[in-house]
């Protein structure tokens, strides 16, 4: 952990990438720690101007697509850190063309997201 502001604590993701997150339970500035966000709790974008304000602009490549009905979800590697996440697709169907090698952007409410104390490795 970097840093807390009220709720939302600032993390080192790896690679340079630093996200706001929601802490939770005892956390020390430079202590490790793990973030989670739920799939569908991610926005996906073809432009940065496209997500909601206080979401950070991320982007990623996509790596692969999931196709499960109602769960269907992108796979994709973030540009600057490359960390896998996995991204629930809105059922609009905006995002239907996308495929493997194509570059999205996301964002997600540090709200949303929740980090918790994490082992050191």
Same mark, same amino acid.
């Given at each position: 952990m970097l840093g807390q502001d009220g709720t939302l604590v600032e993390l080192d993701a790896g690679g340079g990438l630093k996200l706001r997150v929601r802490g939770n @339970?005892?956390?020390?500035? @430079?202590? /490790?720690?793990d973030a989670f966000i739920r799939p569908e709790a991610i926005t996906l974008a073809r432009t940065p101007a496209e997500l909601p304000p206080g979401q950070g602009a991320l982007s @990623?490549?996509? %790596?692969?697509m999931l196709f499960d009905g109602a769960n269907s979800t992108v796979l994709l590697? &973030? #540009?600057?850190?490359?960390? &896998?996440?996995?991204? #629930?697709? /809105?059922? %609009? @169907?905006a995002f239907a063309d996308l495929r493997p090698g194509a570059r999205i952007c996301f964002g997600f409410d540090p709200e949303r997201a929740i980090c918790f104390p994490g082992q050191q490795r």
């Open positions: @339970g005892a956390l020390a500035r @430079g202590a /490790p720690a @990623g490549e996509v %790596t692969d590697r &973030e #540009a600057q850190s490359r960390l &896998e996440l996995r991204i #629930a697709l /809105p059922q %609009t @169907g």
